[in-house]
């Protein structure tokens, strides 16, 4: 494919993209308000930035601004202060980026706004893939695309959280930290990293690790101007909660962390109760990301593969490494797996991540592109159900979504563990998956191997057919 052709390509997988989950901005969260949980409080919040160029919503509340896009009554976040200011708990770069957007268009040029950042995901994880990790071009733009038009990134397109935003810019830093030099991209990187604590403080861990590699990559005084960059910039975050928040998280603007800011992981954390989600997040038969995407059944066997060429791999190692600090946030510090929202909203953040290691996988054979193509388009379909049932009134995204007709979820679910409701059944299933999971990474490793012998071989042959050309030359 020619430079003119990509270059065509990408700008046409960010338009289908964009266009395709805008259909979603009608779709109900629930049956009594469009936007549901939190996605009011970053509305109001953006609201108040556009018309009163502050973060206190107080104005908004008494106005019931809600009513556009939550027609009940609206669940209470924000704690008043004593000068009658309420701030949603919520980091403020969200609202920021959809100021105009609601300012224009209300809350759905929000929705719209979001589903554009979608198509420029899509387009930039396909750039990253064939530019930085030399996956086919044509490869990248189809492994892309199943994965962009499922759930859930095709769900969060059009729902207001931070999550996209977030994916994102963490692909944006992996263009920049994947580069052969880093150069000026390094501030690229930086932005990013430094953006991320801002869009919400559960980001922190993975915008740490994107840093690491940063620095590991850096040297002598880029390295030192790096480090100066980002203690900069961790003292404004520090300084500017404080200021705006009265406390080192947004999360101290709340009502309902009675036990301080700090309780938002939960007051007496269960560490070995939360450790079932290291599966949980990929297999749970109504959030797991598996249910609604099958090709995520394939990480493991990905894993299994770059673990074994981890001496030979490139950027792809510690693109593992990240997504694993990302899956161990989601595990451990997230309060909870199940929620009031659509299934995959811990791990959004890391989906770029494990899509550019699918497509790097997928390249090395045939074999690999027909199964991960296979599987990624159930997840096309799951999400056309979804948004024909959404559009039809059959269901909402954040209520029901499990009540979908689509025969792959209702073939496939009674497989699936179900850890809201724990029985016999849901650990026989949890065992049973850790042991198809444990099989799958075997495979994968086992794959690099043969993977490492092909390549051998046709070294081999390579050099054996140049000394025969030698020798009859001579």
């Known amino acids: 494919m020619s430079d003119r052709a990509f270059r065509v390509s990408l700008a046409g997988i960010g338009v289908v993209v964009t266009l395709i989950t805008a259909l979603g901005v009608d779709v109900r969260a629930t049956y009594g308000a469009q936007t549901t949980a939190d996605e009011p409080q970053y509305i109001l919040s953006a609201i108040s930035l556009w018309e009163d160029g502050n973060l206190d919503i107080s104005d908004e509340l008494a106005e019931e601004r809600y009513r556009a896009f939550h027609e009940l009554d609206l669940p209470r976040q924000t704690e008043p202060y004593p000068d009658g200011r309420e701030l949603s708990p919520h980091d403020p770069l969200l609202p ?6 609601v300012g224009v268009g209300g809350w759905i040029g929000v929705k719209l706004a979001l589903a554009m950042m979608a198509g420029g995901l899509a387009s930039t994880m396909v750039w990253v893939a064939h530019r930085r990790l030399g996956v086919k071009p044509w490869l990248a733009v189809l492994v892309v695309s199943v994965f962009s038009l ?9 729902q207001v959280y931070p999550e996209l935003s977030a994916a994102l810019l963490v692909t944006t830093a992996i ?24 869009l919400a403080v559960k980001y922190v861990p993975v915008a740490a690790a994107l840093a690491i590699v940063a620095l590991v990559r850096l040297q002598g005084a880029s390295r030192r101007c790096f480090i100066a960059v980002l203690v900069g910039a961790g003292a404004v ?3 500017g909660h404080l200021w705006i928040y009265d406390g080192l998280t947004a999360y101290s ?5 009675v036990g301080g800011e700090y309780t938002a992981v939960g007051a007496n954390a269960d560490l070995w109760g939360r450790s079932t989600r290291l599966l949980g997040l990929l297999v749970d038969r109504a959030f797991g990301l598996g249910a609604w995407q099958p090709a995520f059944f394939l990480v493991p066997a990905v894993a299994g593969w770059l673990l074994a060429r981890r001496r030979s791999a490139g950027p792809e190692s510690w693109l593992l490494g990240l997504a694993s600090m990302g899956w161990l946030v989601a595990t451990f510090v997230a309060l909870t797996m199940h929620g009031w929202w659509f299934p995959g909203r811990q791990v959004v953040i ?19 592109t027909i199964i991960t193509t296979a599987t990624g388009l159930i997840g096309v379909v799951s999400y056309g159900f979804l948004l024909v049932e959404g559009i039809n009134r059959d269901l909402t995204w954040v209520v029901d979504f499990a009540a979908t007709a689509n025969p792959f979820y209702r073939l496939l679910s009674p497989l699936l563990p179900d850890y809201m409701a724990p ?8 065992g049973f998956w850790m042991a198809v999971c444990s099989v799958l990474f075997v495979m994968g490793w086992r794959g690099a191997n043969a993977d490492a012998l092909a390549a051998s071989e046709q070294m081999t042959l390579m050099e054996r057919h140049d000394q025969q050309k030698e020798r009859m030359t001579t």
């Open 350 to 368: 890391l989906i770029p991540v494990m899509v550019l290691l699918l497509a790097r996988w997928a390249n090395e054979s045939g074999t690999r």
């Open 423 to 430: 029985s016999l059944t849901t650990w026989s299933l949890h």
């Open 175 to 198: 263009a920049a930290l994947t580069a052969p030099s880093l150069g000026g991209g390094k501030w690229l990187a930086a932005a990013a990293i430094v953006a991320l604590p801002w």
């Open 237 to 239: 975050y520090v300084a």
């Open 253 to 257: 603007a709340g009502d309902h962390f």
């Open 96 to 101: 920021l980026i959809l100021a105009l957007p």
């Open 150 to 158: 499922s759930p859930p990134l095709a769900i969060y397109a059009t």
